[in-house]
């Protein structure tokens, strides 16, 4: 099982950068795959990124795509380098785990883009 908590969440301007992080425990944290979603208000949760096991195969949805990278290090932490922030990317974004028959979410974090 694996707890996840998330950090780095805030206000920003437009154009700002801000990093999120994401820290598992558990000692099988390689073995799931890393995602970050995203719900603004009066919204669904949305798909933004996700990265596998290994690091090296990473999605994105469009609307982040060439603004924000995933990454992951060997330290049971994925983070969210999101760049040139719009206000449209305003939500609380959550992080997830997933393995087949396992699905973990963290308890998501407030970004905040003023215009």
């Known amino acids: 099982q694996l707890r996840l908590v998330e950090s780095g969440g805030g206000l920003a301007q437009a154009g700002d950068s801000l990093r999120l992080s994401c820290a598992a425990s558990?000692?099988?944290?390689?073995?799931?795959?890393m995602g970050w979603f995203r719900q603004a208000p009066g919204k669904e949760r949305e798909f933004v990124a996700v990265?596998?096991?290994?690091?090296?195969?990473t999605v994105y949805a469009d609307a982040v795509k060439g603004r924000f990278t995933i990454s992951r290090d060997n330290a049971n932490t994925v983070y969210l380098q999101m760049d040139s922030l719009k206000p449209e990317d305003t939500a609380v974004y959550y992080c997830?785990?997933?393995?087949?028959?396992?699905?973990?979410w963290g308890q998501g974090t407030q970004v905040t883009v003023s215009s």
């Open positions: 997830n785990a997933n393995r087949v028959g396992n699905d973990y």
């Open positions: 558990g000692r099988t944290f390689n073995m799931y795959a």
């Open positions: 990265i596998n096991g290994t690091g090296r195969n």
